[in-house]
Structure formats: C-alpha cells, structure tokens
C-alpha cells in the first residue's frame, strides 16, 4: 500500500468523502487501541459498543471493496499508542502517505498532531466531514474567554441552515418553546411512555478480551449489548424515535420517575428521550440527517406532533450540540484546568454503586451504571446537582461523566460538566450555576415520595440533605452569584430567615458533608 488512512472510533462515517472512490493503494486501518481503553475507566457497555461498532464499520468498508485491517486488543498488545502502531504499519506497508480525519478531542488532536510532525513522509489531514459548522466555521464564531449566548447561537444555526423557518421568521412565532416544555410524568402519563427499541448484540468475545487484557471497566451489562452498532440500526432507533417518543419529547423532556424503571429488565427507562447520543457521537449518523429526518416526520403528523416537541428536540442538536463544541474548541486546553468555585472535595464512593439513601441520586446512579444512560436533567440536576452543592472537585465530576455515559468523549462532555454543570468555568458556556434544592426535584419527579428524607424540611434529623446544601452554596458564593438579577429572590429569602436558622441550616449543612458517606 502506499497510503495508510487511520480511522478513529468515533468517526465511523460512512458518508465520508473518503469512502467515494476505491483506490487499491490506499488501507484503512480500525484499531482497538490500549491508550483509548485506560484513558479513563469506561462503563463495559460503552467500550463493547464502540469496539462493536468498529467492527462493523469494518466490515461494512471491506464490503464496499475497500482495503481494511481491523486490528483487535490482541493484535495491538505491544502497540498500546496511536504513534507506536502507525509507526509499526508505515514500516510494515511501506507506506508513503499517511493520512487521518482531525480527532474531535484535544487529547489525541495533539497527539497526532505532534506525532506526525516527527514523521518524514507525507502527511495530510481530513475533517470529519459530520458537523454543521466546519473547523472554519467553528473559530470564527467562538472566541476563547467569551461566555456566548446559546440562544442567540442556536437562532443564527436556525437560520444559516433554514430548520423549521418561515422565511425570515420561526415556524410558528417563537423561537423556543422551553417553557411549555418542563410538564411533570403524573400517573395517567404513564401508559404513554414506550418501552426503549433495544438491540441485542452478543458481546462475549469482546467481554472476553477485555478480561484478557486486564481494562477496567465500571457498571453492568446485561447478556447483550443493547444499542446501535450499526448505521442501519441507528436509522431504525432514529424512526422508533420518530414514532413513539417524538409526540411527548419536548413536553417530558425534563421529567424524571423512579417508578417505571427495573434494572436490567425490559422497561421505560430512557422515556420520551432518542437515546441517539452514541450514533451521533461515533457518527453513524449524522446531524444533518437526525434532523432532516425528524423533521420531515413532523410535517407528515402534525395531528400528532406540536412544534414545542420538534422545536425542542432540534434545538438539542442544532443548538446545545455544536454550541458546546464551540466552546470545547475556543477554551481548550486551558478549559480543562478552570476551577472557578474553588471545588476540591473527593467524589463520594456511592458514585461507583449507587449506596445512598438519597432516592434521587441512588436512581439516577443506578440507572447510569446499568444502562450507561441518564438523560439530561439527570445528569444536570441530580448527579451534577449534588456535586455542585457538595464542592466536588470538577476533574473528578469530569472523570466520573467521562467514563459512564455510552456518549462521552471529551469534546462534549466537558464543556456539559464542567461547564453547565459545575460553573467551573465561571459562566462560559451558561450564564447561571444550575443549583436546586430538594424543591426542583420535588417539582420534576417522583423521587422523593420514596425517600427516606424529607424534602420538605432543610434541618433537623430526616432533612433532605439538598435543601441545607443547597443555602451553604448560595451562601458561600454569595459574591459571586447575588450579583446576578436571577439570584435576588434567593438571597432575599435567605435573609428573611432569622440568624438563628441561617446558622443552623449552616451547620446541618457541614455535617452533612462530613457524613457525606453515608447519605
Ligand atoms: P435526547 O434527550 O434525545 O436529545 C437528543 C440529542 O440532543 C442527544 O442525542 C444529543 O446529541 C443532543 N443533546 C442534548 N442535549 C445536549 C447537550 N447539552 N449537549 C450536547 N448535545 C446535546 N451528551 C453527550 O453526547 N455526551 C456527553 O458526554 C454528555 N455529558 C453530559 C454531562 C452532563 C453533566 C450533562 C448535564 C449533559 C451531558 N450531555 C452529554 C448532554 C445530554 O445529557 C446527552 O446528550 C443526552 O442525555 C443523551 O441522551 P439522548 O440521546 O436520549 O438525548
Ligand atoms: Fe432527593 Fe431530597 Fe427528594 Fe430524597 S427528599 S429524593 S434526597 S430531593
């Protein structure tokens, strides 16, 4: 071969520009790479599904007639780095070009970057070809520093890609329907919730490898991996989306129940939400092409279907999932040193098993590691929530949401926790540190009618222990947050209570910290 073109595990796009035309001369190498295995410790069902869907983009590619080696954990055991295999494929083939599609993580865009300055034949470099804005795109409109506007991001995406527009104006009047978008799941709701489209993949000899090669991995699987490893099995789940969840999407989209969800066995788990994150993210599909499809089904049903649960379904994609890229790309690497809350306290065990008493966090963390999924506000208002509150500090809280969640890879989750949810990064990607008491879990669940504390009490035995900390951090970090408009009503309630209650709720606070353990 004369030229050796690498493909990552999460850019399996088959839409690449790459893929038009065979060339005999040209390889493609998929590799199961050590250094991807141990950069953090990953849930088992997120490497089983990228190694599966490797390997079906593998196969799929020597289908198609192109030159492909799929080379396996065992195949790379002395060639554990990007640069340590390439080096060893470029001897072996005599390759003369070397070729790659630009990472979407920091991590290994330097890696290939400083990599492939030390090689002496050619090298060139490929987008990915998957995003609505291009790396052109992508730097003129962020700049390192600046905290950018989401809404305003997400209107001019509206309008530069014509997605559901009137002309000059939005479909309907308004540009965001969020606030007919927060509707609790109530009992009579229930029997509308479908039971997530899971495919059923064995993955033993993967399981198998993995033992063999001593990675460590965290949560459960079940006796079959159930999610999409291929583009059409993506495309199946994308129309299941469009079918069953899309008419309760937007109005269930912060929602969250305890009661419909058994681990590990058939049930409601994942709601109105697509559960497309993975096929997105190792780009079996792409934007473009959840969107376009979703919303042509809109327009054929519109009986069925009202614009606030397409418009919020769209916004997720076009708006939140380019915008955290931005910012990924405008701040990094300093994105992720910043620490703007000063957070240093260690993540409680209880993260890794989900022991703790607190119903809301103990379903939520269950649900993570059985299923390798939570969705948004259970990521945001639970998990990230707590950490919040609790001054976890965010390299761990990053850790934590990089190895669990079948769709985390850096250049998304990052800005989404250390960013959103843990106010790291002192606004930049929102312009409010999202923290709640045990009140907006009250609001938005049924977590709390099963819990042994009571939320409605912030001191005293049984008190939730949100509530107290929930005062101590807004007490805390009064300087920085009282100046905000959005805050005055907290602060003028807190300073309704007498000094008496204040110090209490202080000091039920500190010990809830200390005891953080035993929550
Ligand atoms: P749906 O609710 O069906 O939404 C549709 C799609 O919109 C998602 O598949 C996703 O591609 C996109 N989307 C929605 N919200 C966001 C967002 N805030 N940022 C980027 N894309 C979004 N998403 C990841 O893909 N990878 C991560 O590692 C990740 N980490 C997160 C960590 C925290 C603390 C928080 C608060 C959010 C995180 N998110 C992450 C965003 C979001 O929670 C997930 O994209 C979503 O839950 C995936 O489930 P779904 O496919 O069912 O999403
Ligand atoms: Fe969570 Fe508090 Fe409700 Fe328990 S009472 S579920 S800890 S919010």
Redesign the pocket.
């Known amino acids: 071969y004369r030229c050796l073109r690498l493909i990552l595990g999460d850019q399996l796009n088959a839409h690449h520009s790459w893929y038009k035309h065979k060339h005999d001369d040209v390889l493609y190498v998929i590799a199961e790479l050590h250094q991807e295995t141990s950069y953090t410790t990953h849930h088992i069902q997120k490497i089983c599904a990228f190694f599966s869907a490797m390997e079906h983009f593998a196969q799929a590619l020597t289908k198609a007639g192109h030159n492909v080696a799929y080379l396996s954990l065992d195949d790379t055991r002395a060639l554990k780095t990007i640069p340590e295999l390439i080096k060893s494929l470029i001897l072996k083939y005599k390759i003369n070009i070397f070729e790659y599609q630009l990472p979407d993580e920091y991590r290994l865009r330097s890696q290939l970057s400083s990599f492939t300055n030390s090689l002496s034949i050619e090298v060139n470099y490929f987008e990915t070809e998957h995003f609505y804005l291009d790396e052109a795109q992508l730097t003129e409109s962020f700049k390192q520093g600046k905290s950018h506007k989401m809404e305003a991001f997400y209107r001019r995406m509206r309008k530069k890609f014509n997605i559901l527009m009137d002309g000059e104006k939005p479909l309907g009047g308004d540009w965001n329907y969020d606030k007919q978008n927060r509707n609790k799941l109530k009992s009579a709701d229930f029997a509308k919730v479908p039971e997530p489209l899971l495919f059923k993949h064995d993955v033993n000899n993967i399981i198998a490898r993995l033992k063999r090669h001593d990675v460590k991995t965290i949560g459960r699987i079940n006796d079959n991996l159930n999610w999409p490893v291929t583009r059409i099995q993506a495309k199946t789940l994308l129309d299941f989306?469009c079918q069953y969840c899309l008419a309760g999407?937007g109005q269930f989209?912060d929602a969250m129940t305890c009661k419909l969800d058994n681990a590990l066995q058939s049930s409601q788990w994942?709601l109105f939400?697509?559960?497309?994150?993975f096929a997105?993210?190792s780009k079996m599909l792409s934007p473009e092409f959840v969107i376009s499809t979703v919303v042509a089904y809109y327009h054929k049903h519109q009986q069925q279907i009202s614009l606030p649960q397409i418009e919020g379904?769209v916004r997720?994609?076009l708006g939140?999932?380019e915008?955290?890229r931005g910012i990924y790309w405008a701040n990094m690497p300093q994105y992720a040193q910043l620490n703007h809350l000063k957070a240093e306290h260690a993540l409680p065990s209880w993260f890794w098993n989900g022991s703790t008493h607190m119903n809301c966090l103990k379903h939520a963390i269950q649900q993570s590691l059985d299923y390798a999924?939570?969705?948004?506000i259970q990521?945001?208002m639970i998990?990230?929530n707590f950490c919040l509150l609790a001054g976890i500090d965010p390299d761990v809280v990053d850790d934590w949401?990089?190895g669990v969640?079948i769709?985390?890879?850096e250049w998304?989750?990052m800005p989404?926790?250390r960013g959103?949810?843990q106010f790291a990064d002192g606004g930049i990607v929102g312009s409010k540190a999202y923290a709640a008491s045990g009140n907006y879990v009250k609001k938005m669940s049924d977590y709390c009618s099963g819990c042994q504390y009571d939320v409605t009490q912030a001191t005293g035995k049984n008190a939730c222990p949100l509530n107290s900390l929930y005062w101590r951090f807004m007490n805390k970090h009064e300087e920085a947050f009282a100046t905000n408009p959005r805050n005055s009503m907290v602060y003028a309630n807190w300073r309704r209570k007498s000094e008496l209650q204040r110090k209490e709720i202080i000091e039920q606070a500190e010990q809830y910290l200390i005891d953080i353990e035993l929550l």
Do not use: K, P
């Open positions: 989306f999407f989209q994942s939400h697509s559960r497309l994150s997105l993210n379904f997720q994609i939140w999932r915008f955290v999924y939570a969705h948004h990521r945001l998990t990230g949401y990089l969640y769709d985390a890879i998304v989750e989404n926790t959103m949810s």
